[in-house]
């Protein structure tokens, strides 16, 4: 019996492209790295944005000039990324109607809790969650098995009664690595090829085909 669903928030509740890819681009130009409009840098939306942007940039993630690169993202993002975004459709009524049925709903997203929270706060949909859980700034916790595992310990779930949520391979196998049968949404920054080979239990085409699941 599922009781409790953990959400994603990239790709799965809102579509954070524009200040993303945007706070992206002003970040690896502030490292003398600037990358044309023509190239597409999408796939940076849902895996922990350090890696990405060392990715991009052609170095260890833990090289300085990956941190100095994110240092400029967020310098971008905190003032004006985070609000480039909107819900996409039926989420706000979708999330209403599954805590009306009794379900516990929690975000579980790879975006630092402190960006996350002032999202869902902006949108209105933060009341819908009993609590939302992201990484730190510190980097701690953008792996989504170890995010995952977090949220078990500190609410103290059961995983059989879990179901996670999102549009990525990550949300898919860090639900696995904790023994939680997952849902994939379609719509997001996942490709049909990615999604095929993570192997979720179901996929859905709109994020209100959730109630069909939810009963």
Same mark, same amino acid.
């Given at each position: 019996?599922? *009781?409790?669903?953990?959400? +994603?928030? +990239?790709?799965?509740?809102?579509?954070?492209?524009?200040?993303?890819? #945007?706070?992206a *681009?002003?970040?690896? =130009?502030?490292?003398?790295h600037?990358?044309?409009?023509?190239?597409?840098?999408d796939?940076?939306?849902g895996?922990?944005?350090?890696?990405?942007?060392?990715?991009?940039?052609?170095?260890?993630?833990? +090289?300085?000039?990956?941190?100095?690169?994110?240092?400029?993202?967020?310098?971008?993002?905190? %003032?004006?990324?985070?609000?480039?975004?909107? %819900?996409?459709?039926? %989420?706000?009524?979708?999330?209403?109607? @599954?805590?009306? *049925?009794?379900?516990?709903?929690?975000? #579980?997203? #790879?975006?630092p809790? %402190?960006?996350?929270?002032?999202?869902?706060?902006?949108?209105?949909?933060?009341?819908?969650?009993?609590?939302?859980?992201?990484?730190? @700034?510190?980097?701690? *916790?953008?792996?989504?098995?170890? @995010?995952?595992?977090?949220?078990? =310990?500190?609410?103290?779930?059961?995983?059989?009664?879990?179901?996670?949520?999102?549009?990525?391979?990550? +949300?898919? @196998?860090? #639900?696995?690595?904790?023994g939680?049968?997952?849902?994939?949404?379609n719509?997001?920054?996942?490709?049909?090829?990615?999604?095929?080979?993570?192997?979720p239990?179901?996929?859905? =085409?709109?994020?209100?085909?959730?109630?069909?699941?939810?009963?």
């Amino acid at each position: 019996m599922i *009781r409790n669903i953990l959400i +994603d928030l +990239d790709g799965t509740l809102t579509d954070p492209k524009v200040g993303i890819t #945007a706070s992206a *681009r002003y970040g690896l =130009e502030k490292v003398g790295h600037p990358i044309g409009d023509e190239i597409n840098i999408d796939w940076i939306i849902g895996p922990p944005l350090k890696a990405s942007l060392a990715k991009i940039l052609n170095i260890e993630v833990n +090289d300085v000039l990956a941190e100095q690169a994110l240092m400029g993202y967020r310098e971008r993002f905190a %003032v004006k990324g985070l609000y480039e975004n909107h %819900v996409f459709d039926g %989420v706000a009524d979708t999330l209403a109607e @599954l805590k009306r *049925r009794g379900y516990c709903l929690f975000v #579980a997203t #790879a975006k630092p809790t %402190v960006y996350a929270q002032q999202i869902l706060e902006h949108f209105e949909l933060a009341e819908y969650f009993i609590e939302i859980y992201g990484s730190e @700034l510190n980097g701690d *916790r953008t792996d989504k098995a170890e @995010l995952i595992q977090y949220i078990l =310990e500190q609410q103290q779930l059961q995983a059989n009664q879990c179901m996670m949520v999102g549009d990525r391979e990550y +949300d898919i @196998l860090g #639900a696995r690595q904790n023994g939680i049968e997952s849902i994939a949404v379609n719509y997001g920054y996942g490709s049909e090829a990615e999604l095929k080979l993570a192997l979720p239990k179901y996929q859905i =085409e709109k994020f209100s085909d959730l109630l069909n699941y939810f009963k």
